[in-house]
């Protein structure tokens, strides 16, 4: 599936898609999830996620909040860049929200914006995914900040998923 933020075009493969969509929080006692999603870019415009990681024991979650460590994700993703010749690199964060179409919140959009002005990236875009229990809100993120956001219901997207 290829999500259209403005002029910028993020494809989504169905194996990373799914790996998220299974920690949909759609039940009360289930917390919030995440990771970070890798890839390439394509072109100036064009970025496309193959993987993601997955929630592991360093991070904290809570049904309302979701604190990844950076050692065992950034492990997985130096093994990714590595195995790729430096191709595959960090596109941004993923994580769950406990509603149907998820916002994000004024911590959310900081924690992205900051992780694109205070880290060492190998793009100028990152993206920030919010997975809900029937919809995503997308964020185009650059470092003067949250540049293009977009909410989509599941039934909007592709049915190649």
């Known amino acids: 599936m290829t999500i259209r933020l403005g002029d910028t075009n993020l494809k989504i493969l169905p194996a990373a898609f799914h790996r998220m969509q299974a920690y949909i929080q759609d039940d009360d006692f289930k917390e919030e999830a995440g990771g970070i999603m890798l890839g390439y870019c394509m072109d100036e415009n064009n ?33 990714f860049f590595k195995r790729s010749k430096g191709k595959n690199i960090y596109l941004g964060e993923w994580h769950t929200h406990p509603e ?9 959009k900081k924690s992205i914006v900051d992780q694109i002005r205070k880290s060492k990236l190998n793009s100028d875009k990152i993206f920030a995914l919010i997975m809900g229990r029937k919809g995503l809100h997308l964020s185009l993120v ?3 900040g949250v540049v293009y956001e977009r909410q989509l219901r599941f039934e909007e997207l592709s049915s190649s998923i």
Not at 100 to 108: F, N, Q, R, T
């Open 47 to 79: 970025y496309c996620i193959i993987e993601v990681t997955m929630p592991n024991m360093g991070d904290k979650r809570s049904r309302y909040g979701f604190w990844r460590t950076s050692v065992l994700h950034q492990r997985l993703l130096n093994g």
């Open 100 to 108: 149907d179409v998820p916002k994000p919140s004024g911590l959310d």
């Open 142 to 144: 650059k470092k003067e």
